[in-house]
């Protein structure tokens, strides 16, 4: 997409080897991130609100109005849980336990609806084939107030739909019974979305078991230079 893209660990974060300020977006990436484990976005999440430091650095990152992030699976949880940091986000819901109990990897179809997300600008209305990888994928909302205000202000990114394309609350079809299909969450000004299935891991239509004949294959460009 024409972005020079870096690789950050927390360690360099919390050693103070790297300072956001030098960034203008922030990819929270999933894929077991911070740990193999149940609740691992949440422990992420832990370990940069109990370190001044880091504290400091993703507070001053997510309140400038120049800077983006998007979050996703452990990432997603991940920024869920820091949304009182983030402008706008008041109102997103954590990502607990799928209702299933189980760890829910698959293929299902997800649709964009109208939100402000800079991520998702010019696909309203897609309906698309997306992987889930997650044991903690459910969205809980703080109170049906909450879940109201997520509709009306029109802040939710992404859901789970059926075959016919219907918002769907049923399983498999929803892996892990987030309520009203919701899959993905954004702000007001679309600056920072998270949702919890993997883009990443469809780019290509060789990923996908069943492409359409008329999308092609796509490689990423190569990487350019990084701040120092």
């Known amino acids: ?20 300020k030098d960034f ?23 370990s940069l609100r109990f370190n001044a430091r880091a504290l400091d650095e993703f507070g001053a990152f997510l309140t ?13 949880q991940m920024l869920a849980a820091l949304s009182d940091l983030i402008p706008g986000a008041a109102d997103w819901p954590r990502f607990v336990e799928n209702l299933s109990g189980r760890f829910e990897a698959r293929l299902v179809e997800v649709e964009i609806p109208k939100s402000p997300s800079l991520f998702f600008t010019g696909m309203e209305g897609s ?19 909450s879940l109201k205000r997520l509709q009306e202000n029109t802040l939710v990114a992404l859901r789970y739909i059926d075959h016919r394309g219907q918002v769907t609350e049923r399983y498999p079809l929803n892996p892990n019974g987030s309520p009203l299909g919701i899959a993905g969450v954004t702000t007001p000004d679309g600056r920072f979305t998270a949702m919890m299935p993997h883009p990443e891991r469809v780019a290509r239509t060789v990923a996908l078991s069943c492409p359409s004949s008329e999308r092609g294959y796509s490689t ?9």
């Open 1 to 20: 997409a024409g972005f020079a893209c870096c690789d950050v660990h927390m360690s360099d974060i919390l050693g103070g080897r790297v300072h956001l």
């Open 24 to 46: 203008a977006g922030l990819a929270c990436c999933g894929g077991f991130s911070y740990g193999d484990v149940l609740g691992a976005g949440e422990g992420w999440a832990k």
């Open 64 to 76: 400038r109005p120049d800077s983006f992030a998007l979050g996703v699976c452990n990432g997603c």
């Open 127 to 145: 309906q698309l084939p997306i992987v889930v990888s997650h044991a903690e994928g459910r969205a809980e909302p703080a109170s049906d107030e």
């Open 220 to 228: 990423p460009p190569s990487p350019k230079g990084c701040p120092t």
